[in-house]
Protein backbone atom coordinates (compact mmCIF):
# COMPACT_ATOMS: atom_id res chain seq x y z
CA UNK A 1 0.00 0.00 0.00
CA UNK A 2 1.44 3.50 -1.25
CA UNK A 3 -0.19 7.03 -0.73
CA UNK A 4 0.94 7.73 -4.31
CA UNK A 5 -0.70 10.10 -5.92
CA UNK A 6 -4.02 9.35 -2.99
CA UNK A 7 -4.38 13.28 -2.23
CA UNK A 8 -4.10 16.59 -3.19
CA UNK A 9 -3.66 20.35 -2.75
CA UNK A 10 -6.64 21.56 -3.13
CA UNK A 11 -6.18 25.08 -1.10
CA UNK A 12 -3.02 27.34 -0.70
CA UNK A 13 -2.65 30.66 0.97
CA UNK A 14 0.11 32.62 2.45
CA UNK A 15 -0.07 36.18 4.00
CA UNK A 16 2.30 39.24 5.07
CA UNK A 17 4.82 37.54 4.08
CA UNK A 18 7.55 40.11 5.03
CA UNK A 19 6.11 42.46 8.12
CA UNK A 20 2.96 41.43 9.35
CA UNK A 21 0.13 44.37 10.63
CA UNK A 22 -1.24 43.57 13.89
CA UNK A 23 -1.32 39.74 13.40
CA UNK A 24 -0.10 37.11 15.69
CA UNK A 25 1.40 34.34 15.16
CA UNK A 26 -1.89 32.20 15.31
CA UNK A 27 -3.41 34.86 13.64
CA UNK A 28 -1.41 34.47 10.84
CA UNK A 29 -2.12 31.13 10.53
CA UNK A 30 -5.65 31.21 11.29
CA UNK A 31 -6.79 33.71 8.27
CA UNK A 32 -3.93 31.76 5.91
CA UNK A 33 -5.91 28.61 6.71
CA UNK A 34 -9.23 30.45 5.97
CA UNK A 35 -7.83 31.82 2.69
CA UNK A 36 -6.64 28.56 1.35
CA UNK A 37 -10.19 27.00 2.75
CA UNK A 38 -11.94 29.44 0.15
CA UNK A 39 -9.16 29.12 -2.23
CA UNK A 40 -10.13 25.22 -2.30
CA UNK A 41 -13.96 25.71 -1.48
CA UNK A 42 -14.46 24.73 1.43
CA UNK A 43 -14.89 25.57 4.95
CA UNK A 44 -13.65 25.78 8.46
CA UNK A 45 -16.76 23.07 9.14
CA UNK A 46 -15.40 20.97 6.41
CA UNK A 47 -11.72 20.59 8.88
CA UNK A 48 -11.24 17.73 10.43
CA UNK A 49 -7.61 17.38 10.30
CA UNK A 50 -4.83 20.17 11.61
CA UNK A 51 -1.02 19.43 10.70
CA UNK A 52 0.84 22.47 12.16
CA UNK A 53 4.21 22.82 14.15
CA UNK A 54 5.30 26.15 15.90
CA UNK A 55 8.20 27.79 17.46
CA UNK A 56 5.64 29.50 19.38
CA UNK A 57 3.18 27.25 21.10
CA UNK A 58 4.20 24.57 22.64
CA UNK A 59 0.90 22.68 21.54
CA UNK A 60 0.21 24.17 18.62
CA UNK A 61 -2.59 22.71 16.87
CA UNK A 62 -4.67 23.02 20.10
CA UNK A 63 -3.62 26.96 19.87
CA UNK A 64 -4.73 27.07 16.17
CA UNK A 65 -8.06 24.93 16.28
CA UNK A 66 -9.02 26.52 19.89
CA UNK A 67 -8.42 29.67 17.98
CA UNK A 68 -10.30 28.73 14.63
CA UNK A 69 -13.29 27.32 16.75
CA UNK A 70 -12.80 23.99 14.89
CA UNK A 71 -12.99 20.36 17.05
CA UNK A 72 -10.43 18.13 14.92
CA UNK A 73 -10.27 14.56 14.83
CA UNK A 74 -7.05 13.93 13.80
CA UNK A 75 -4.04 16.21 14.55
CA UNK A 76 -0.19 15.77 14.15
CA UNK A 77 2.43 18.47 15.48
CA UNK A 78 5.63 16.27 14.28
CA UNK A 79 8.59 19.24 14.86
CA UNK A 80 11.46 18.63 12.64
CA UNK A 81 12.14 22.17 12.22
CA UNK A 82 11.97 23.85 8.76
CA UNK A 83 10.78 20.40 7.31
CA UNK A 84 7.85 19.82 9.29
CA UNK A 85 5.71 20.94 7.19
CA UNK A 86 6.77 18.65 3.98
CA UNK A 87 6.72 15.76 5.85
CA UNK A 88 3.06 16.80 7.31
CA UNK A 89 1.64 16.44 3.59
CA UNK A 90 2.39 12.79 3.54
CA UNK A 91 1.25 12.30 7.19
CA UNK A 92 -1.86 14.01 6.11
CA UNK A 93 -2.26 11.84 3.41
CA UNK A 94 -1.52 8.88 5.46
CA UNK A 95 -4.43 9.99 7.52
CA UNK A 96 -6.54 10.73 4.91
CA UNK A 97 -6.18 7.00 3.00
CA UNK A 98 -6.67 5.62 6.66
CA UNK A 99 -9.95 7.33 6.69
CA UNK A 100 -8.85 8.96 10.14
CA UNK A 101 -9.19 12.46 8.56
CA UNK A 102 -10.89 13.82 5.16
CA UNK A 103 -9.65 17.43 5.20
CA UNK A 104 -6.37 18.57 6.22
CA UNK A 105 -5.17 21.61 6.80
CA UNK A 106 -1.65 22.12 7.32
CA UNK A 107 -0.61 25.44 9.00
CA UNK A 108 1.95 27.61 9.72
CA UNK A 109 2.73 31.12 11.24
CA UNK A 110 5.48 33.63 12.89
CA UNK A 111 6.43 37.04 13.65
CA UNK A 112 9.79 36.82 13.50
CA UNK A 113 10.50 39.94 11.51
CA UNK A 114 8.07 41.61 13.91
CA UNK A 115 9.44 40.88 17.00
CA UNK A 116 12.61 42.82 16.01
CA UNK A 117 15.18 40.46 14.41
CA UNK A 118 15.58 37.88 17.48
CA UNK A 119 14.67 34.26 16.59
CA UNK A 120 12.23 33.33 18.46
CA UNK A 121 12.83 29.53 19.80
CA UNK A 122 11.81 27.16 22.36
CA UNK A 123 14.39 25.16 21.89
CA UNK A 124 16.05 23.46 24.25
CA UNK A 125 20.34 23.53 24.33
CA UNK A 126 22.56 21.40 24.70
CA UNK A 127 24.61 21.27 27.96
CA UNK A 128 27.85 19.98 25.97
CA UNK A 129 27.25 22.94 23.22
CA UNK A 130 25.84 25.90 25.13
CA UNK A 131 28.96 27.50 27.21
CA UNK A 132 30.51 28.36 23.88
CA UNK A 133 28.00 30.77 22.70
CA UNK A 134 27.07 29.26 18.92
CA UNK A 135 24.41 31.60 17.21
CA UNK A 136 21.71 28.97 16.25
CA UNK A 137 21.85 28.42 13.08
CA UNK A 138 24.08 30.62 11.30
CA UNK A 139 26.93 29.37 13.71
CA UNK A 140 26.74 26.05 12.64
CA UNK A 141 26.57 27.08 9.12
CA UNK A 142 29.66 28.63 8.98
CA UNK A 143 31.50 25.57 10.50
CA UNK A 144 29.71 23.83 7.59
CA UNK A 145 31.11 26.00 4.77
CA UNK A 146 34.37 26.34 6.24
CA UNK A 147 34.64 22.04 6.52
CA UNK A 148 33.05 22.45 2.80
CA UNK A 149 35.95 24.32 1.77
CA UNK A 150 38.68 23.02 2.99
CA UNK A 151 38.03 19.63 1.48
CA UNK A 152 36.46 20.69 -1.64
CA UNK A 153 37.57 24.11 -2.46
CA UNK A 154 34.72 26.18 -2.58
CA UNK A 155 34.58 29.52 -2.37
CA UNK A 156 32.53 32.81 -0.63
CA UNK A 157 32.23 34.03 -4.73
CA UNK A 158 30.25 30.32 -5.64
CA UNK A 159 28.29 30.41 -2.88
CA UNK A 160 27.11 34.12 -3.31
CA UNK A 161 25.58 32.94 -6.90
CA UNK A 162 23.10 31.11 -4.99
CA UNK A 163 22.00 34.62 -3.38
CA UNK A 164 22.47 36.60 -6.30
CA UNK A 165 20.59 33.86 -8.18
CA UNK A 166 17.86 34.23 -5.44
CA UNK A 167 17.13 37.94 -5.45
CA UNK A 168 16.72 37.77 -9.69
CA UNK A 169 14.20 35.21 -9.13
CA UNK A 170 12.34 37.17 -6.53
CA UNK A 171 12.58 40.58 -9.16
CA UNK A 172 10.34 38.58 -10.67
CA UNK A 173 7.62 38.27 -8.09
CA UNK A 174 4.86 41.04 -7.57
CA UNK A 175 6.15 41.54 -3.62
CA UNK A 176 9.90 41.17 -3.74
CA UNK A 177 11.31 42.91 -0.60
CA UNK A 178 14.47 43.82 -1.86
CA UNK A 179 13.68 45.34 -5.49
CA UNK A 180 17.17 46.01 -6.44
CA UNK A 181 19.46 43.58 -7.98
CA UNK A 182 22.52 41.91 -6.34
CA UNK A 183 26.17 40.95 -6.98
CA UNK A 184 28.59 38.91 -6.73
CA UNK A 185 31.10 41.37 -4.84
CA UNK A 186 28.17 42.78 -2.75
CA UNK A 187 27.53 39.46 -1.13
CA UNK A 188 31.44 38.91 -0.48
CA UNK A 189 31.85 42.66 1.00
CA UNK A 190 28.92 42.61 3.28
CA UNK A 191 29.75 42.13 7.19
CA UNK A 192 31.14 38.46 7.97
CA UNK A 193 28.91 37.33 10.89
CA UNK A 194 30.51 33.87 11.15
CA UNK A 195 32.86 33.18 9.19
CA UNK A 196 33.04 32.29 6.11
CA UNK A 197 29.49 33.07 6.03
CA UNK A 198 28.54 37.19 5.34
CA UNK A 199 25.11 39.12 6.11
CA UNK A 200 23.96 38.41 2.93
CA UNK A 201 24.48 34.47 2.57
CA UNK A 202 21.61 34.63 4.68
CA UNK A 203 17.86 34.22 5.04
CA UNK A 204 15.91 36.86 5.40
CA UNK A 205 13.97 37.36 8.62
CA UNK A 206 10.65 38.03 7.51
CA UNK A 207 6.84 37.56 8.98
CA UNK A 208 4.60 35.08 7.58
CA UNK A 209 1.52 33.12 7.61
CA UNK A 210 0.76 29.72 4.87
CA UNK A 211 -1.48 26.80 4.73
CA UNK A 212 -2.57 24.44 2.26
CA UNK A 213 -5.64 22.24 2.12
CA UNK A 214 -5.27 18.15 1.25
CA UNK A 215 -8.35 15.91 0.62
CA UNK A 216 -8.57 12.65 -1.22
CA UNK A 217 -7.67 12.96 -5.05
CA UNK A 218 -10.93 11.43 -5.82
CA UNK A 219 -12.55 14.52 -3.50
CA UNK A 220 -10.17 16.93 -5.06
CA UNK A 221 -11.83 16.38 -8.97
CA UNK A 222 -15.19 17.91 -7.25
CA UNK A 223 -13.52 20.66 -5.74
CA UNK A 224 -13.50 24.07 -7.56
CA UNK A 225 -9.56 24.60 -7.68
CA UNK A 226 -7.31 22.82 -10.19
CA UNK A 227 -5.43 19.57 -7.67
CA UNK A 228 -1.81 19.02 -7.27
CA UNK A 229 -0.83 15.89 -6.47
CA UNK A 230 1.18 14.13 -4.16
CA UNK A 231 3.04 11.76 -5.73
CA UNK A 232 5.72 10.83 -3.40
CA UNK A 233 6.86 11.94 -0.20
CA UNK A 234 10.52 11.00 1.85
CA UNK A 235 11.39 11.60 5.33
CA UNK A 236 15.50 11.30 6.77
CA UNK A 237 17.02 12.43 9.58
CA UNK A 238 19.99 11.84 11.52
CA UNK A 239 21.21 14.26 13.93
CA UNK A 240 19.75 16.98 16.57
CA UNK A 241 22.99 18.62 18.15
CA UNK A 242 25.01 20.30 15.64
CA UNK A 243 28.23 18.62 17.25
CA UNK A 244 26.80 15.31 16.76
CA UNK A 245 26.35 15.82 12.91
CA UNK A 246 27.85 12.76 11.62
CA UNK A 247 29.27 14.19 7.93
CA UNK A 248 29.11 18.55 8.22
CA UNK A 249 29.03 18.31 4.26
CA UNK A 250 26.72 15.28 3.03
CA UNK A 251 23.06 14.98 4.68
CA UNK A 252 20.22 12.41 4.23
CA UNK A 253 18.43 14.76 2.11
CA UNK A 254 19.75 11.45 -0.39
CA UNK A 255 18.01 9.40 1.05
CA UNK A 256 14.45 11.42 1.73
CA UNK A 257 14.78 12.44 -2.05
CA UNK A 258 15.60 9.21 -3.13
CA UNK A 259 12.51 7.73 -1.05
CA UNK A 260 10.19 10.45 -2.94
CA UNK A 261 11.08 10.04 -5.95
CA UNK A 262 10.87 6.40 -5.95
CA UNK A 263 7.00 6.74 -4.35
CA UNK A 264 6.54 9.18 -7.39
CA UNK A 265 7.84 6.77 -9.62
CA UNK A 266 9.88 9.98 -11.10
CA UNK A 267 13.38 10.71 -11.78
CA UNK A 268 15.24 13.89 -11.15
CA UNK A 269 15.56 14.66 -14.79
CA UNK A 270 11.86 14.97 -15.15
CA UNK A 271 11.22 17.51 -12.57
CA UNK A 272 10.35 21.00 -14.03
CA UNK A 273 10.63 23.09 -10.57
CA UNK A 274 12.58 22.50 -7.44
CA UNK A 275 12.01 24.12 -4.67
CA UNK A 276 14.69 23.60 -1.82
CA UNK A 277 15.20 24.64 1.78
CA UNK A 278 17.80 27.78 1.51
CA UNK A 279 18.75 29.36 5.38
CA UNK A 280 21.92 30.40 3.76
CA UNK A 281 23.90 29.92 0.31
CA UNK A 282 26.02 26.88 2.17
CA UNK A 283 22.95 24.85 3.22
CA UNK A 284 21.15 25.01 -0.28
CA UNK A 285 24.84 23.97 -1.88
CA UNK A 286 24.68 20.85 0.32
CA UNK A 287 21.58 20.38 -0.35
CA UNK A 288 21.85 20.40 -4.24
CA UNK A 289 24.72 18.05 -4.07
CA UNK A 290 22.43 15.61 -1.56
CA UNK A 291 19.46 15.89 -3.90
CA UNK A 292 21.61 14.92 -7.10
CA UNK A 293 21.86 17.58 -9.14
CA UNK A 294 25.61 17.69 -8.90
CA UNK A 295 28.53 15.09 -7.55
CA UNK A 296 29.31 15.57 -3.96
CA UNK A 297 32.22 18.45 -3.56
CA UNK A 298 31.20 19.80 -6.98
CA UNK A 299 28.39 22.51 -5.66
CA UNK A 300 30.64 25.27 -6.59
CA UNK A 301 30.87 24.91 -10.11
CA UNK A 302 27.37 23.61 -10.34
CA UNK A 303 26.24 27.01 -9.32
CA UNK A 304 28.30 29.12 -11.28
CA UNK A 305 27.22 31.15 -14.39
CA UNK A 306 23.33 32.25 -13.43
CA UNK A 307 22.55 28.13 -13.59
CA UNK A 308 20.39 28.54 -11.21
CA UNK A 309 19.17 32.13 -11.79
CA UNK A 310 15.97 32.97 -14.02
CA UNK A 311 17.08 31.87 -17.60
CA UNK A 312 19.43 29.55 -16.17
CA UNK A 313 19.30 25.41 -16.68
CA UNK A 314 17.43 24.74 -13.38
CA UNK A 315 13.88 26.37 -11.95
CA UNK A 316 15.52 26.64 -8.31
CA UNK A 317 13.76 28.63 -5.80
CA UNK A 318 11.46 30.30 -8.45
CA UNK A 319 10.13 33.22 -6.25
CA UNK A 320 13.52 33.68 -4.30
CA UNK A 321 12.60 31.60 -1.52
CA UNK A 322 14.33 32.51 2.39
CA UNK A 323 17.20 33.99 0.96
CA UNK A 324 15.00 36.82 -0.95
CA UNK A 325 11.42 36.54 -0.43
CA UNK A 326 10.00 35.32 2.71
CA UNK A 327 11.67 33.27 5.55
CA UNK A 328 9.54 33.68 8.80
CA UNK A 329 11.75 30.98 11.02
CA UNK A 330 10.60 27.97 9.20
CA UNK A 331 10.49 28.23 5.62
CA UNK A 332 9.05 24.41 4.32
CA UNK A 333 5.19 25.94 3.82
CA UNK A 334 5.87 28.87 1.29
CA UNK A 335 8.31 25.89 -0.38
CA UNK A 336 5.20 24.19 -1.17
CA UNK A 337 3.18 27.43 -2.05
CA UNK A 338 5.60 28.29 -4.32
CA UNK A 339 5.45 24.68 -5.87
CA UNK A 340 1.95 25.08 -6.10
CA UNK A 341 1.75 28.48 -7.78
CA UNK A 342 3.74 26.62 -10.64
CA UNK A 343 1.70 23.74 -10.73
CA UNK A 344 -1.06 25.96 -11.11
CA UNK A 345 0.43 28.10 -13.64
CA UNK A 346 -0.40 30.68 -11.43
CA UNK A 347 3.50 32.26 -10.70
CA UNK A 348 3.22 35.57 -13.18
CA UNK A 349 6.59 37.14 -14.19
CA UNK A 350 8.10 33.76 -13.07
CA UNK A 351 5.84 31.15 -14.32
CA UNK A 352 7.83 28.22 -15.95
CA UNK A 353 6.26 27.20 -19.09
CA UNK A 354 4.03 24.00 -18.55
CA UNK A 355 5.28 23.09 -15.34
CA UNK A 356 3.69 19.34 -14.28
CA UNK A 357 6.66 18.28 -12.00
CA UNK A 358 7.62 20.00 -8.63
CA UNK A 359 10.16 18.59 -6.32
CA UNK A 360 9.89 20.56 -2.26
CA UNK A 361 12.61 19.81 -0.58
CA UNK A 362 12.18 20.72 3.22
CA UNK A 363 15.21 20.69 5.75
CA UNK A 364 15.31 20.91 9.54
CA UNK A 365 17.78 22.51 12.45
CA UNK A 366 21.09 22.58 11.38
CA UNK A 367 21.04 20.21 7.92
CA UNK A 368 19.45 17.37 10.17
CA UNK A 369 15.86 16.49 8.88
CA UNK A 370 14.97 16.44 5.73
CA UNK A 371 11.54 15.76 3.95
CA UNK A 372 11.01 15.88 0.11
CA UNK A 373 7.70 15.83 -1.52
CA UNK A 374 7.11 15.11 -5.47
CA UNK A 375 4.09 17.59 -6.36
CA UNK A 376 2.13 17.50 -9.81
CA UNK A 377 -0.85 19.03 -11.89
CA UNK A 378 -1.54 15.76 -13.75
CA UNK A 379 -3.08 12.41 -11.74
CA UNK A 380 -0.89 9.75 -11.01
CA UNK A 381 -1.18 7.31 -14.06
CA UNK B 1 40.91 30.17 35.94
CA UNK B 2 39.24 33.28 33.83
CA UNK B 3 36.35 33.72 35.88
CA UNK B 4 34.58 34.47 32.61
CA UNK B 5 31.01 34.10 32.88
CA UNK B 6 28.85 31.49 30.43
CA UNK B 7 25.69 31.48 29.42
CA UNK B 8 24.21 28.72 32.28
CA UNK B 9 23.39 25.35 31.97
CA UNK B 10 21.65 22.44 33.26
CA UNK B 11 22.95 19.17 32.72
CA UNK B 12 21.04 16.53 34.62
CA UNK B 13 21.94 12.58 35.21
CA UNK B 14 24.63 11.34 32.33
CA UNK B 15 25.42 15.13 31.34
CA UNK B 16 25.89 16.38 35.14
CA UNK B 17 28.66 13.63 35.62
CA UNK B 18 30.30 14.31 32.37
CA UNK B 19 31.00 18.30 34.31
CA UNK B 20 31.78 16.94 37.32
CA UNK B 21 34.92 15.11 35.56
CA UNK B 22 35.46 18.43 34.03
CA UNK B 23 35.72 19.72 37.42
CA UNK B 24 38.99 17.61 37.60
CA UNK B 25 40.25 18.49 34.66
CA UNK B 26 39.07 15.33 32.66
CA UNK B 27 37.12 14.93 29.57
CA UNK B 28 35.18 11.96 29.61
CA UNK B 29 33.86 9.69 27.15
CA UNK B 30 32.53 5.85 27.30
CA UNK B 31 33.26 2.25 25.43
CA UNK B 32 30.53 0.44 25.07
CA UNK B 33 31.70 -3.58 26.59
CA UNK B 34 29.85 -5.85 24.56
CA UNK B 35 30.75 -4.15 20.61
CA UNK B 36 33.57 -1.55 20.86
CA UNK B 37 31.55 1.59 20.39
CA UNK B 38 33.12 4.97 20.96
CA UNK B 39 30.60 6.62 22.67
CA UNK B 40 30.31 10.89 23.25
CA UNK B 41 27.66 12.88 24.53
CA UNK B 42 27.94 10.16 27.43
CA UNK B 43 24.51 8.07 27.32
CA UNK B 44 22.90 5.18 28.84
CA UNK B 45 22.71 2.69 26.45
CA UNK B 46 25.14 2.35 23.21
CA UNK B 47 23.66 3.63 19.84
CA UNK B 48 25.52 1.09 18.38
CA UNK B 49 24.14 -1.66 20.33
CA UNK B 50 21.75 -1.00 22.68
CA UNK B 51 23.59 -2.43 25.56
CA UNK B 52 23.88 -0.91 29.35
CA UNK B 53 27.30 -2.01 29.73
CA UNK B 54 29.56 1.02 29.19
CA UNK B 55 32.38 2.31 31.31
CA UNK B 56 33.83 5.85 31.54
CA UNK B 57 37.41 6.39 29.83
CA UNK B 58 39.48 9.59 29.89
CA UNK B 59 40.61 11.02 27.17
CA UNK B 60 43.99 12.62 26.47
CA UNK B 61 42.06 15.80 25.24
CA UNK B 62 44.31 15.72 21.93
CA UNK B 63 43.02 16.28 18.43
CA UNK B 64 42.55 18.10 15.41
CA UNK B 65 40.12 20.91 14.19
CA UNK B 66 37.23 19.36 11.87
CA UNK B 67 35.82 22.83 11.68
CA UNK B 68 35.22 26.20 13.15
CA UNK B 69 34.08 29.22 12.30
CA UNK B 70 34.49 33.12 13.95
CA UNK B 71 31.46 34.83 15.04
CA UNK B 72 31.38 38.44 14.73
CA UNK B 73 28.31 38.72 17.40
CA UNK B 74 27.88 37.31 20.60
CA UNK B 75 25.75 34.12 21.09
CA UNK B 76 24.62 35.40 24.54
CA UNK B 77 24.57 38.48 26.06
CA UNK B 78 27.17 37.05 28.83
CA UNK B 79 29.66 36.77 25.92
CA UNK B 80 29.37 40.22 24.25
CA UNK B 81 33.01 41.49 25.19
CA UNK B 82 34.34 38.60 24.03
CA UNK B 83 33.59 39.41 20.06
CA UNK B 84 34.96 38.13 17.61
CA UNK B 85 35.52 34.49 18.99
CA UNK B 86 36.07 31.37 17.54
CA UNK B 87 34.19 28.20 18.31
CA UNK B 88 35.78 24.81 16.87
CA UNK B 89 34.50 20.99 16.49
CA UNK B 90 36.84 18.83 17.29
CA UNK B 91 37.91 15.66 16.48
CA UNK B 92 39.66 14.05 19.68
CA UNK B 93 42.29 11.03 19.11
CA UNK B 94 39.65 8.24 20.74
CA UNK B 95 37.44 9.12 17.82
CA UNK B 96 34.80 11.42 18.95
CA UNK B 97 34.13 14.38 18.16
CA UNK B 98 33.04 17.84 20.80
CA UNK B 99 32.02 21.45 20.24
CA UNK B 100 34.08 23.90 22.05
CA UNK B 101 36.19 27.27 21.68
CA UNK B 102 39.64 28.25 21.26
CA UNK B 103 40.21 31.48 22.92
CA UNK B 104 42.43 34.14 21.71
CA UNK B 105 43.17 33.23 18.65
CA UNK B 106 43.87 35.07 15.70
CA UNK B 107 40.94 33.70 13.80
CA UNK B 108 42.97 34.22 10.06
CA UNK B 109 45.39 31.70 11.29
CA UNK B 110 42.84 29.28 12.11
CA UNK B 111 42.63 26.12 9.59
CA UNK B 112 40.60 22.82 9.60
CA UNK B 113 43.50 20.12 10.42
CA UNK B 114 45.43 21.89 12.92
CA UNK B 115 46.12 19.79 16.00
CA UNK B 116 44.71 20.96 19.36
CA UNK B 117 44.59 20.29 23.42
CA UNK B 118 42.22 20.47 25.70
CA UNK B 119 42.56 22.94 28.51
CA UNK B 120 40.10 23.42 31.68
CA UNK B 121 38.80 26.91 32.50
CA UNK B 122 37.48 26.82 36.16
CA UNK B 123 34.57 29.28 35.72
CA UNK B 124 33.55 29.78 39.39
CA UNK B 125 33.35 27.40 42.15
CA UNK B 126 30.84 24.51 40.72
CA UNK B 127 31.45 24.67 36.57
CA UNK B 128 34.68 24.11 34.70
CA UNK B 129 34.38 24.46 30.74
CA UNK B 130 36.40 22.48 28.19
CA UNK B 131 38.27 24.54 25.94
CA UNK B 132 40.86 23.83 23.11
CA UNK B 133 44.56 26.07 22.35
CA UNK B 134 46.77 25.33 19.06
CA UNK B 135 49.56 22.51 20.01
CA UNK B 136 52.24 23.71 21.54
CA UNK B 137 50.79 27.06 21.79
CA UNK B 138 49.79 29.23 25.19
CA UNK B 139 46.45 29.20 26.13
ZN1 LIG C 1 27.56 -1.37 22.02
Redesign the interface.
Known amino acids: MSIRGTAAIVGAAQVDTFRTEGRSPVGLMAVSVTRALADAGLTLADVDGVFTSSSYYAFPSLTLSEYLGIHPRFVDTTAIGGASFVAHLGHAAAAIQAGLCEVAVVAYGSTQRSDAGKLVSMAE ?12 PI ?2 F ?6 HM ?1 QYGTTSEQLAELAVAARAWSLLTDDAPYPAPLTIDEVVSS ?7 HKLDCCLVTDGGGAVVLVSAERARDLRSDPVYLLGTGEAQNHRN ?3 MPD ?1 TSTEASRSSARALEMAGVTLGEIDTVHVYDAFTISLLVLLEDLGFCAKGEGGAFVEGGRVAPGGELALNTNGAGLSHVHPGMLGMFLIIEAVQQLRGAAGRRQVPDARLSLVHGMGLTLAAHATAVLSNQPPA | MTGTA ?6 RGE ?1 AR ?2 ERLRAHEVTYQGCADCDSVIF ?1 LRTVCPGCGSESLEDRVSSGRGSI ?11 P ?2 AD ?1 VP ?1 T ?1 V ?1 VDLDEGF ?5 LPGVD ?1 ESV ?3 QSVEAWFDDIDERLT ?1 LRFRRAGEDS
Request: glycine fraction near 8%.
Open positions: SSPYEAPYGLIHGAGMVANRAPVIASPLFSQL | VPPITPEYYPHSFTTQHRAGHLLRYLLRVMADPAVGV
